[in-house]
């Protein structure tokens, strides 16, 4: 008996449509996975049937029968929940507080004893030791989504709906998260899983839902897919070679990092980064990668010593290492990397603005730019005036990788270049870092995915607790061996960290 | 841009149609020495609001203009009954005054700036400490009472107020200018996308290799300084100074940039919306002055109206863009 359903649904916004006779159908008792690359269609359709959408045409089935929602709590109160990949959460509550948020137990007096002893059950049945008196504003990223699925558990729910919940989960987390949806699944809660990484959906999914393009390309069950089937059908042609072909380094060093420590974060690490080499850092997150990254640049304080080309630099601030022929492209697209209601230009100059002038700045000059970078990373922009947030996010992402390389780095440092994009696009970016290397420029890149680590870097460096657990490269870069290090099991540590 | 331009265009609108309501009220309102009156009086408030635009288009505040005002009168009348004697009634003597003016106007703006980004204290409540502060330092220069200019001095400088080129007195001229400037500032230079930028989110301003911080104190020197060269102008027109000299001049260069719509969050900022602002909130003034419909009383009500209105009409245009 299916729970809640589309059916031939179409949607519009304005002279845009966004989805095309679209059917859609969640079991009890089913994971059902929803794939699609960025701009499929795929927040719509969970937009639609989380009741804060109402289609164009088509229908919305709740137990059968049409339903209309006129809002998000309403579609609720009838046990639909959606985990949003933008969190829900208010900061300055605390975690308690946040949960039962709009649904406080007691009457007119708040009952803290309940609303914290059903939290720390909570956390209990998730596996983590999140204090329910915690501000939402003091806790890590990960938390924060433990947070969001905690609040979901404690609602009787009869629909989850997930967007990216594993984007920002360490490895154990996601075990934990996997965990509490065969527990769902068990209780009979019919799911909606939607997620860019290919690995998870072959694991978790009963039922596996493709879009392109606003269309339903593809329904498919449990192991009729296989990874390359799902990409395939995603983008609609084959997907040969997904990662480009590994490179040639040169031997002479293009960077050389020795005993480069972050107060509190990271540990002495030294590393030595080759000409026309992609070196990948991997680790899990808070092993100190990101702040590695931040120190080397000068975004945060940092001591050790530092050597461009054989040259010793200072690097104070971010100036400093633009002048030494460094950039870092952040892992905070949304919230460190463009400025969302600005223009593509704006954001695409904002980091080399001395270059077009001071007192009159050459928007001619900018606007030349923005046209070299438009073809050379292929962003793919409806209108040359619109802000950068109504990008899609593989876009984004290419228009920050143009602004990273306008002042023209010789050194890059990549942090998740791929986070939150569609196949396709990825494909694309692998690409345009190979290129890059074989340029004869230096690449770092910073990734949680593990495959994409291995498939990209020429050889990769393992953080754990701040500190370079080893170093893996040729033979040796399997997933196994990263964990293994990542994880601080067996192995000793190799390479430069010795 | 089609619905975007409405919206642009509203403080414009506004001010058209208060032109007409003015001049059908009574004739005099369209007299040139009435728009003179009008436009002098909005100047001082207008190159205080040009600098708070930069400002809040940074992500601050800044409520200490207008005893800064007073503060830098006092010093400036100060300064100058202080050298008269040496120098006599001349030239130099006011220019000295003016001097300590700008200069005085340079290091408020520093002090408040400072205070915002090295001492990283709230703009808020920096400048609601150094408003209190100058306020209380020129009542207790004046000795409660009244800072005068000798009188020689005041004849002498009377005309930076009240002469000029035509009907077009100095402090006119001095607006104008400070707002072109301001606006290709603020639209064309360098400065003016950093200002934006920070405003808009920091953090990427920070990760775009900004200095931040500098650029945002280098908006406290900005408006410090036109609180200044205000200053120089005001002095002339009344020659003198007391605690109660720019009372709420602070609010009335908040509101105009506000109803010109700059947002107060910042991120977006209008130079020339804000010169409209100026000049809507001082004409209402001068309508109900000129016109016996409403009580001139009641200006601060209909201001506090126009205000709202003019937020109101902002976020309609964010969700507007949103769709």
Same mark, same amino acid.
């Given at each position: 008996m299916t729970v809640?359903a589309l059916? %031939?649904?179409?949607?519009?916004?304005?002279p845009?449509?966004?989805?095309?006779g679209v =059917?859609?159908?969640l $079991?009890p008792?089913?994971v059902?996975?929803l794939?699609?690359?960025?701009?499929a269609?795929?927040?719509?359709?969970m937009?639609?049937?989380?009741g804060?959408?109402?289609?164009?045409s088509?229908?919305?089935l709740l137990?059968?029968?049409?339903h209309?929602f006129?809002s998000?709590p309403q579609a609720?109160?009838a046990?639909?929940?959606v985990? &949003?990949?933008e969190?829900n959460l208010a900061?300055?509550?605390?975690?308690?507080?946040?949960i039962?948020?709009?649904?406080?137990?007691?009457?007119w007096?708040l009952d803290?004893?309940?609303? #914290?002893a059903?939290?720390?059950?909570l956390?209990?049945r998730?596996?983590?030791?999140?204090?329910?008196q915690?501000?939402?504003?003091?806790?890590?990223?990960?938390d924060r989504q433990?947070?969001?699925?905690?609040?979901?558990l404690? #609602?009787?729910?009869?629909v989850?709906?997930?967007?990216e919940?594993s984007?920002?989960?360490t490895?154990?987390e996601?075990?934990?998260?996997y965990?509490?949806?065969?527990?769902?699944?068990?209780?009979?809660v019919a799911i909606?899983?939607c997620?860019?990484?290919? =690995?998870e959906v072959? &694991?978790l999914?009963?039922?596996i839902?493709?879009l392109?393009?606003g269309?339903v390309?593809?329904?498919?069950?449990?192991?009729?897919?296989? $990874?390359?089937?799902?990409?395939t059908?995603?983008?609609g042609?084959?997907?040969q070679d997904?990662y480009p072909?590994k490179?040639n380094?040169?031997?002479?060093p293009?960077l050389?990092v020795?005993?480069?420590?972050?107060p509190?974060r +990271?540990?002495?690490?030294s590393l030595?980064?080759r000409?026309?080499e992609?070196?990948?850092?991997?680790?899990l997150v808070?092993?100190?990668?990101?702040?590695l990254a931040?120190?080397?640049v000068?975004?945060?304080?940092a001591t050790?010593?530092i050597?461009?080309?054989?040259?010793?630099?200072?690097?104070?601030?971010l100036r400093d290492?633009?002048?030494?022929?460094?950039?870092?492209l952040t892992e905070?697209?949304k $919230? *460190?990397g463009?400025?969302l209601?600005?223009?593509?230009?704006q954001?695409?100059t904002l980091a080399?603005?001395e270059?077009f002038g001071?007192w009159r700045?050459? !928007?001619?000059?900018?606007?030349?730019?923005l046209?070299r970078a !438009?073809?050379?990373f292929?962003?793919r922009a409806?209108r040359r005036d619109?802000? *950068?947030?109504?990008?899609s996010?593989?876009?984004q992402?290419?228009?920050?990788l143009?602004?990273?390389?306008l002042p023209?780095?010789?050194?890059?440092?990549?942090d998740?270049p791929? #986070?939150g994009?569609?196949?396709?696009?990825?494909?694309?970016?692998? *690409?345009f870092i190979?290129k890059?290397?074989?340029?004869g420029?230096?690449?770092?890149v910073?990734?949680s995915?593990?495959t994409?680590v291995?498939?990209?870097?020429?050889r990769?460096?393992v953080?754990?607790e701040?500190?370079?657990a080893? $170093?893996?490269l040729?033979?040796t870069m399997?997933?196994e %061996?990263?964990?293994?290090l990542?994880m601080?099991?067996? %192995?000793?540590p190799?390479g430069?960290?010795a | 841009m089609?619905?975007?331009?409405?919206?642009?265009?509203?403080?414009?609108?506004?001010l058209?149609?208060?032109?007409?309501l003015?001049?059908?009220? %009574?004739?005099a309102f369209? *007299?040139?020495?009435?728009?003179?009156?009008v436009?002098?009086?909005?100047?001082?408030?207008g190159?205080i609001a040009?600098?708070?635009?930069?400002?809040?288009?940074?992500?601050?505040?800044d409520?200490s203009?207008?005893?800064m005002?007073a503060f830098?009168?006092?010093?400036?009348?100060i300064?100058?009954?202080?050298v008269?004697?040496?120098?006599?009634?001349?030239w130099?003597?006011?220019?000295?005054?003016?001097?300590v003016?700008l200069?005085?106007?340079l290091?408020?703006?520093?002090?408040?700036?400072a205070?915002v980004?090295?001492?990283?204290i709230?703009?808020f409540?920096?400048?609601l400490g150094?408003?209190?502060?100058f306020?209380?330092?020129v009542t207790?220069?004046a000795?409660?009472?009244?800072?005068?200019?000798?009188y020689?001095?005041?004849?002498l400088?009377?005309p930076?107020?009240?002469?000029?080129?035509g009907?077009?007195?100095?402090p006119?001229?001095?607006?104008? +200018?400070v707002a072109?400037?301001?606006?290709?500032?603020m639209?064309h230079?360098?400065f003016?996308?950093h200002v934006e930028?920070?405003g808009s989110n920091d953090?990427?301003a920070r990760y775009?290799?900004?200095?931040v911080?500098?650029?945002?104190?280098?908006t406290?020197?900005?408006?410090?300084m036109?609180?200044?060269?205000a +200053?120089v102008?005001?002095?002339?027109?009344?020659?003198?100074a007391s605690?109660?000299?720019?009372v709420?001049?602070?609010?009335?260069?908040?509101?105009?940039?506000?109803?010109g719509?700059?947002?107060?969050k910042?991120?977006?900022?209008?130079?020339?919306?804000?010169?409209v602002g100026?000049?809507i909130?001082?004409?209402?003034?001068?309508?109900l002055n000129?016109?016996?419909l409403?009580?001139?009383y009641l200006?601060?009500?209909?201001?506090g109206?126009?205000i709202?209105l003019a +937020?109101?009409?902002?976020?309609e245009k964010?969700t507007a863009e949103?769709?």
């Amino acid at each position: 008996m299916t729970v809640l359903a589309l059916k %031939n649904v179409s949607k519009s916004f304005g002279p845009i449509q966004v989805l095309h006779g679209v =059917d859609l159908a969640l $079991e009890p008792g089913e994971v059902h996975a929803l794939i699609g690359e960025n701009g499929a269609g795929k927040s719509t359709i969970m937009k639609l049937l989380g009741g804060y959408l109402d289609p164009t045409s088509g229908e919305v089935l709740l137990d059968g029968q049409p339903h209309r929602f006129t809002s998000g709590p309403q579609a609720e109160a009838a046990g639909i929940v959606v985990i &949003h990949q933008e969190f829900n959460l208010a900061p300055d509550l605390t975690v308690a507080a946040n949960i039962f948020l709009g649904r406080e137990p007691g009457g007119w007096r708040l009952d803290h004893a309940a609303m #914290r002893a059903q939290t720390i059950a909570l956390m209990e049945r998730l596996h983590c030791r999140i204090d329910p008196q915690a501000r939402i504003r003091e806790l890590s990223v990960p938390d924060r989504q433990m947070v969001e699925i905690a609040k979901a558990l404690s #609602r009787k729910v009869r629909v989850l709906i997930m967007d990216e919940p594993s984007a920002v989960l360490t490895h154990r987390e996601v075990g934990t998260l996997y965990e509490q949806i065969d527990r769902l699944r068990a209780e009979g809660v019919a799911i909606l899983y939607c997620s860019h990484r290919l =690995d998870e959906v072959a &694991h978790l999914a009963d039922r596996i839902t493709v879009l392109r393009d606003g269309r339903v390309v593809r329904h498919a069950l449990r192991g009729e897919l296989t $990874e390359d089937g799902m990409a395939t059908a995603m983008v609609g042609r084959e997907l040969q070679d997904f990662y480009p072909p590994k490179g040639n380094p040169g031997s002479e060093p293009a960077l050389e990092v020795r005993g480069l420590s972050v107060p509190g974060r +990271v540990r002495d690490v030294s590393l030595t980064l080759r000409r026309g080499e992609v070196l990948g850092i991997a680790g899990l997150v808070g092993s100190g990668r990101t702040e590695l990254a931040e120190g080397l640049v000068g975004l945060r304080a940092a001591t050790g010593k530092i050597r461009v080309n054989g040259q010793p630099v200072r690097i104070r601030d971010l100036r400093d290492a633009f002048a030494a022929g460094l950039a870092y492209l952040t892992e905070d697209r949304k $919230e *460190a990397g463009l400025l969302l209601e600005k223009g593509l230009r704006q954001n695409l100059t904002l980091a080399t603005l001395e270059r077009f002038g001071t007192w009159r700045l050459d !928007t001619r000059a900018e606007d030349a730019a923005l046209d070299r970078a !438009t073809q050379d990373f292929d962003i793919r922009a409806p209108r040359r005036d619109m802000v *950068a947030g109504k990008l899609s996010g593989g876009n984004q992402q290419k228009l920050l990788l143009a602004k990273t390389m306008l002042p023209d780095p010789r050194i890059i440092i990549i942090d998740e270049p791929t #986070r939150g994009i569609d196949v396709g696009t990825k494909r694309q970016i692998y *690409a345009f870092i190979r290129k890059l290397a074989d340029e004869g420029r230096s690449v770092i890149v910073i990734s949680s995915e593990m495959t994409e680590v291995i498939g990209l870097s020429d050889r990769v460096l393992v953080m754990r607790e701040g500190r370079l657990a080893g $170093e893996v490269l040729g033979p040796t870069m399997t997933e196994e %061996n990263i964990v293994r290090l990542a994880m601080g099991v067996g %192995n000793e540590p190799g390479g430069e960290a010795a | 841009m089609k619905h975007l331009d409405l919206h642009t265009l509203g403080p414009i609108i506004a001010l058209i149609a208060l032109i007409i309501l003015g001049a059908l009220l %009574n004739p005099a309102f369209l *007299a040139p020495a009435n728009i003179t009156n009008v436009l002098a009086r909005s100047a001082f408030i207008g190159m205080i609001a040009v600098g708070m635009t930069f400002v809040i288009t940074a992500g601050g505040l800044d409520l200490s203009v207008g005893s800064m005002a007073a503060f830098l009168a006092g010093i400036a009348i100060i300064a100058m009954n202080t050298v008269l004697p040496y120098l006599g009634p001349n030239w130099g003597t006011i220019l000295i005054g003016m001097a300590v003016a700008l200069t005085g106007g340079l290091i408020a703006g520093y002090l408040n700036g400072a205070l915002v980004t090295k001492a990283r204290i709230e703009p808020f409540i920096v400048t609601l400490g150094t408003m209190g502060i100058f306020r209380s330092l020129v009542t207790w220069l004046a000795d409660g009472g009244t800072l005068s200019l000798e009188y020689g001095l005041r004849t002498l400088y009377r005309p930076v107020y009240y002469g000029g080129i035509g009907w077009i007195t100095w402090p006119i001229i001095a607006f104008a +200018v400070v707002a072109l400037l301001g606006e290709w500032m603020m639209r064309h230079s360098r400065f003016g996308r950093h200002v934006e930028a920070i405003g808009s989110n920091d953090r990427v301003a920070r990760y775009s290799a900004i200095d931040v911080g500098r650029v945002r104190l280098m908006t406290y020197l900005l408006l410090g300084m036109l609180v200044g060269l205000a +200053v120089v102008l005001y002095v002339p027109r009344l020659g003198s100074a007391s605690g109660s000299t720019g009372v709420l001049w602070e609010l009335e260069a908040i509101a105009a940039v506000i109803i010109g719509g700059t947002a107060l969050k910042g991120g977006r900022g209008r130079v020339w919306g804000t010169v409209v602002g100026v000049l809507i909130l001082s004409m209402i003034d001068n309508i109900l002055n000129l016109a016996d419909l409403v009580s001139p009383y009641l200006n601060g009500a209909i201001q506090g109206v126009i205000i709202v209105l003019a +937020v109101v009409l902002q976020r309609e245009k964010r969700t507007a863009e949103e769709r």
